[in-house]
């Protein structure tokens, strides 16, 4: 029986695309707490698979100069600033986030991508409290300085903050639309259950962009097909990691079959929590979440919302089948109408 939230299929995606034998399914985790952003993971991503340079220039959000995973970012590390006044809680905020956003056109052009590419969340938050923590919009830390941040400004002015730090990369997910809604078969499934485009029969018609529930999918500019992470297939093949997960220097991104980096994160989680961490929380290894669990997870400490990520994705051709039932039914229903009308016009 297929999963509620499938188009089709099993849980298992590589026996499902008919692979027999297939090898253990692999995948990352990738753990934000000992995340440096020093994007040492993004260098290596366009090193080996030979995407464009991009992100060039600043765009004013903290250190991050690529902005969002694009055609020619597959791997995107975020920097959250969460700045606060000692002493004072953010106003609590209970609708879609209002702060300006960066210049979506800025954005853009810094990541040579069709896509806007700004900080505007776009979407209502799940919590409460994690859109008060957005709702502030961008502040100054002031850095850079000659003293240490709050050193000038006096008790009153001082900020206390935090940077969330996150490698983002294409989830592979198992209920993947992008690969329910490929005309051409670009997309395919491979034997270790990951999700990868041929660009050489990619025919640019961009389905698979909207499908994806991540945004993760892109097109590039004077290209027009559609790109994103492999999770290095030809390393994989080959008995290799993946070249992010290689030039990891604090082995946030981990690579592995994904039972065992599932078995690891919990681990992992509830160590953090025994420290104090008790915002510590995995994001994506649920095999019964809206997408079936992602082969790319990670472990967070914040809200999903915090880090541009949806609290609760969902494949989004599960309700093909229920639609072209009902549009079936319609058309039936207009076919038998015009027949009707046509008999009592000759009678």
């Known amino acids: 029986m297929p999963h509620a939230n499938a188009l089709y299929g099993p849980l298992d995606p590589a026996p499902d695309a008919g692979y027999v034998n297939a090898p253990p399914r692999m995948g990352f985790f990738t753990d934000t707490s000992v995340c440096i952003g020093c994007k040492a993971c993004e260098v290596a991503c366009k090193e080996w698979n030979g995407v464009p340079e991009s992100g060039l220039d600043l765009l004013g959000m903290s250190y991050d100069n ?3 995973l694009t055609a020619n970012s597959w791997r995107h590390v975020a920097f959250v600033e969460q700045p606060r006044r000692a002493g004072l809680a953010s106003p609590a905020f209970a609708d879609t986030p209002d702060g300006p956003p960066v210049s979506p056109v800025t954005a853009a052009a810094g990541a040579s991508t069709s896509a806007d590419t700004g900080t505007d969340p776009g979407l209502p938050t799940g919590s409460p409290e994690a859109a008060a923590r957005m709702s502030a919009g961008p502040e100054f830390l002031g850095m850079p300085g000659a003293q240490p941040p709050g050193r000038g400004s006096g008790a009153e002015g001082r900020t206390d903050f935090r940077w969330l730090m996150m490698s983002d990369v294409c989830k592979h997910c198992t209920h993947a639309a992008c690969l ?12 270790f259950g990951t999700v990868v485009v041929q660009e050489d029969i990619c ?3 961009g389905y698979c962009i909207s499908a994806c529930p991540y945004g993760v999918i892109d097109q590039r500019k004077g290209d027009g097909r559609a790109w994103k992470c492999t999770l290095c297939y030809d390393r994989l093949g080959a008995g290799m990691t993946p070249a992010c997960a290689q030039a990891c220097p604090t082995e946030s991104i981990q690579y592995g079959p994904l039972d065992e980096l599932r ?19 995995l994001y994506g290894h649920d095999p ?3 997408v079936g669990g992602d082969g790319a997870f990670f472990l967070l400490l914040d809200e999903p919302e915090v880090y541009g990520l949806p609290p609760d994705p969902v494949v989004t051709t599960r309700d093909l089948p229920k639609m072209w039932k009902r549009a079936g039914l319609a058309a039936l229903v207009m076919t038998a109408a015009t027949v009707v009308a046509f008999l ?3 009678s």
């Open 344 to 346: 009592g016009r000759r």
């Open 203 to 205: 025919n640019g018609c």
């Open 66 to 68: 690529t902005g969002a």
């Open 180 to 191: 329910d809604v490929c005309p051409t078969g670009s997309l395919f499934r491979t034997e």
């Open 288 to 290: 019964d979440d809206g």
């Open 263 to 281: 078995e690891r994160a919990a681990t992992r989680v509830a160590t953090l929590r025994g420290r104090g961490v008790s915002e510590a929380r």
